[in-house]
């Protein structure tokens, strides 16, 4: 029998390690020498058999297999003498190990009888969310936007008897708003675990939270004290998988969900996440089993907005999960100065000198509210002399325009913003910086330009203001779909500027913006579902449903239509309706896939209430994309017709709606298009069935967008492009790198060597030294992450390479060679050489 062995488990990985791929960093626009840090020299042995993490996943069904336990593979590996230290055994929604052993060592395991396939362990990284412009005013407006102020008010829910588990840095299990409701705790990792070079766990007793991520997740579900959380009396699991800082391992995640599963939580927040990569194979198979068993697990859908569409990670992709993206809170808690009466919020600069909360002081400007470079260049000395000075935000930094102000005698800074929104100034200065909102700052400015005398008195007290983004989507919100064109992300709920819990020894609460705080929402929300309406435990499909169909998207910001699907997905969840609403949808979302032409789709409405229900249907369009970075947005929409435009549901019956979706006729292939089904009753609650789709061939797009071979000399430490006729001297540690840029994400990359006199693969057999399968695009406005990949050859021969997952020692003989590099376009057809994207590097000659 076949067995399946893969290179990399990317189950909830932040970053993507290739085997074979130094990951250092990319000469920009291939401007060399740069700095760079590959491989110097041939790997030894000892590097060569250095231990790793894989899971082993044993077979369950078929035909003259054989089944394996914990014990029986054990024995089976100590009969053929094979050496492996076992981490973890799994048996709810893993059916197999994680061990520790070499690469030799699992390639023998992996063939032993009733050993169905083998993943190799993937590193994810501490969950990092936005920083909070401001305090929020705790959770009260949050909850607000979702209904969840009503359901815990009027209806009474709280929560109450439903579990949920938090998979995360732990919980302070001390905190005051939460300690009487954690009723169960497992410590994975211990303190230290995930410092360098500590990634040896040692767990604790408890599942203390040193971080701060999982309180002030923790909080967002179920606080109740200082903040109340949206579930309040939910009872609470604490699942430590990270220490203080650093990373862990995705086999550890899934021994924490597995415990979850134990405990029968009924819902497990993960707040964990990746960008832009790929849902199935194992991760499909780990929260598949664990909704069987009939836990619903919640993700964050992620927080790379800036990257555009496509952009959803591995756990927020997967069809078994339920991924929530942010909306920005309504009102935020702010320090204030008032301005001849009025009231004005702002945010301290980061690091200029402390604000008053006492005085006056005269307001003048430096320039108008269309200046595009305020205070950019020096001012006239002297000009500003005891005064704050109000500048616009725009083309220079922050600090240069207060260091500008500064040397010209200002006194303090009054910045705003030239869009919608408050903003957290980065700025270094001597004086007070502080900034506010774009209509307050032109409030102002226009009073200076009618010749009005402006006077600023500094306050020492908080007040809550609106924000002037509250309930739309968060700009750092990721956009989906996926990878395969699949409906992603879910639903949303507030995810910016939220203040909740946090660890005692770190002040006890704090405000934090992300998709991470998204997701615990959510949770909440499913958790005063579930108390409501036990039946729809372990109902993912059903919970799922009820959140979309009653959901509220938001509009898209100066236009007629909502903002784009495939970022908001369903709207703005709401409890209440979701709870109360009769009637639902199957589906509940439609994912139309490409479309090129008229698609068309069935939508049956159900109505499980007591009294006939009359709809008028219509159609709500979205905004739609293209490309990927810039996100560039598209004014057309789709034509969509109804089979009906009114019907009636009777109790206990369904009805069945055909929809078909046509792409607007002008818009450009490769637009990312969608829009809303709205179901109007003459009494009742809208229902809504979003839709999402892509116009054209995504084969279309072409992955692999820039690519260079460079050299690195140890001798000189530089790097260096080459060209036709480069040699590479491996006895002196010289080796090909290459550099490759994916515009998209491909299927599967594959790296083979040619004879470089007659562009033919060095063995008839085939020579690949690198192959790896679903690759997601590199992250181009990520300071922590290339954009691009890398790969160095060491000379390896045939497949020898992508066994080992590392470098090898073999190398071929000396001669001319070149490196081809080949990308299969996401959903391509391997057998059809359009949907490959192939590159071959120059000429080079290897010197043994």
């Known amino acids: 029998m076949s067995k399946k062995f893969f290179s990399s488990l990317t189950l909830i990985t932040a970053t993507i390690i290739l085997a074979g791929c130094s990951g250092g960093t990319i000469p920009t626009q291939k401007s060399l020498p740069a700095p760079h840090a590959p491989q110097t020299s041939q790997p030894t042995t000892k590097t060569l058999q250095s231990q790793t993490r894989w899971m082993v996943e044993f077979e369950t069904q078929g035909v003259g297999i054989q089944r394996l336990s914990v014990q029986s593979f054990s024995k089976l590996a100590a009969d053929q003498n094979i050496q492996y230290q076992q981490n973890y055994a799994y048996s709810r929604v893993f059916n197999g190990v994680s061990v520790t052993t070499t690469r030799g060592n699992i390639e023998r395991l992996a063939a032993l009888p009733g050993v169905k396939a083998v993943y190799r362990v993937g590193q994810i990284s501490l969950p990092k969310d936005v920083p909070a412009a401001a305090p929020s005013p705790a959770l009260t407006t949050a909850l607000a936007q979702t209904g969840a102020d009503i359901a815990q008010n009027e209806m009474g829910l709280s929560g109450k008897g439903i579990k949920v588990g938090i998979i995360d840095t732990g919980i302070d299990i001390d905190h005051p708003d939460l300690k009487d409701h954690i009723i169960v705790q497992h410590d994975f990792v211990g303190d230290n675990y995930g410092k360098p070079g500590n990634y040896v766990p040692k767990p604790d007793n408890i599942a203390d939270d040193c971080n701060g991520h999982g309180t002030h997740v923790a909080g967002i579900v179920g606080a109740h004290g200082t903040v109340t959380g949206v579930a309040p009396q939910a009872s609470l699991g604490a699942y430590r998988v990270f220490g203080c800082e650093g990373s862990t391992y995705d086999d550890i995640i899934i021994a924490a969900l597995e415990q979850a599963v134990a405990d029968k939580m009924d819902v497990v927040n993960m ?176 009073k200076l330009a009618a010749a009005e005398a402006v006077t600023i008195t500094w306050k020492s007290d908080i007040k809550s203001f609106p924000n002037p983004v509250g309930g739309l989507p968060s700009d750092f919100t990721s956009y989906g779909p996926t990878q395969t064109l699949a409906f992603k992300p879910d639903v949303a709920a507030p995810g910016g500027q939220i203040y909740s819990t946090y660890p005692l020894e770190k002040g006890g609460y704090a405000t934090e913006s992300g998709t991470s705080m998204a997701s615990p929402h959510v949770a909440g929300l499913i958790a005063l579902m579930l108390e409501a309406r036990p039946t729809l435990k372990g109902n993912l499909e059903r919970v799922r449903g009820l959140l979309q169909n009653n959901a509220v998207p938001a509009a898209f910001k100066g236009t007629p239509y909502l903002d784009a699907v495939h970022r908001q997905g369903a709207g703005m969840a709401n409890v209440v309706k979701s709870i109360l609403n009769p009637v639902y949808t199957e589906p509940s979302r439609l994912a139309l896939g490409e479309v090129q032409g008229t698609v068309s789709k069935t939508v049956r409405l159900y109505n499980n209430g007591t009294k006939a229900l009359t709809y008028k249907l219509s159609v709500a369009p979205a905004v739609g994309t293209y490309g990927t970075y810039p996100v560039e947005f598209s004014g057309e929409v789709p034509d969509v ?208």
């Open 271 to 446: 707040s964990l996440g990746s960008f832009g990569t790929w849902a199935g194979g194992l991760r499909s198979e780990v929260f598949k089993k664990a909704a069987d068993a009939g836990t619903i697990v919640v993700v964050s859908g992620g927080n790379e907005g800036k990257e555009g569409p496509f952009a959803t990670g591995n756990n927020a992709a997967d069809q078994n999960t339920i991924a929530a993206v942010s909306y920005e809170a309504t009102m935020l808690n702010l320090n204030y100065f008032t301005a001849n009466g009025v009231d004005v919020g702002f945010i301290k600069g980061s690091a200029s000198a402390p604000v008053p909360t006492t005085g006056t002081l005269p307001l003048t400007r430096t320039g108008t509210a269309t200046t595009t470079n305020d205070a950019c260049s020096p001012l006239p000395a002297g000009s500003l002399t005891g005064k704050a000075v109000l500048i616009r935000r725009g083309t220079c930094a922050f600090t240069v325009k207060a260091q500008n102000a500064q040397a010209a005698g200002a006194a303090a800074v009054v910045i705003y913003n030239n869009t919608a929104g408050y903003i957290s100034p980065s700025v270094v200065a001597d004086i007070p910086v502080v900034s506010i909102e774009k209509s307050a700052g032109e409030a102002l400015d226009a």
């Open 641 to 848: 017709q109804l089979q009906y435009s009114t019907v009636t549901i009777y109790p206990g019956e369904s009805f069945p709606v055909k929809v078909d979706i046509t792409p607007a006729p002008d818009d450009r292939d490769g637009v990312v298009f969608g829009g809303y089904i709205v179901m109007t009753p003459s009494k009742g609650d809208v229902v809504r069935v979003p839709f999402m789709g892509y116009k054209g061939d995504l084969q279309a797009l072409p992955a692999m967008t820039d690519n260079v071979m460079t050299m690195f000399d140890p001798e000189t430490g530089n790097e260096f492009e080459q060209i036709d006729g480069a040699v590479f001297d491996f006895s002196k540690g010289q080796f090909p790198t290459l550099y490759f840029q994916m515009s998209y994400a491909a299927q599967q990359i594959v790296i083979d060597v040619l004879d470089g006199r007659t562009d033919k693969p060095i063995y008839d057999t085939g020579s690949e030294v690198y192959v790896e399968n679903d690759l997601p695009r590199n992250q181009l406005l990520n300071p922590d992450r290339s954009p691009y990949y890398d790969f160095t050859w060491y000379g390896g021969a045939k497949k020898a390479q992508l066994k080992a997952g590392v470098a090898v020692t073999k190398t071929v003989k000396d001669g001319a060679y070149r490196l081809r590099l080949r990308a299969l376009r996401a959903g391509g057809d391997p057998t059809n050489p359009e949907h490959w994207d192939t590159w071959i590097s120059p000429l080079f000659y290897v010197k043994n």
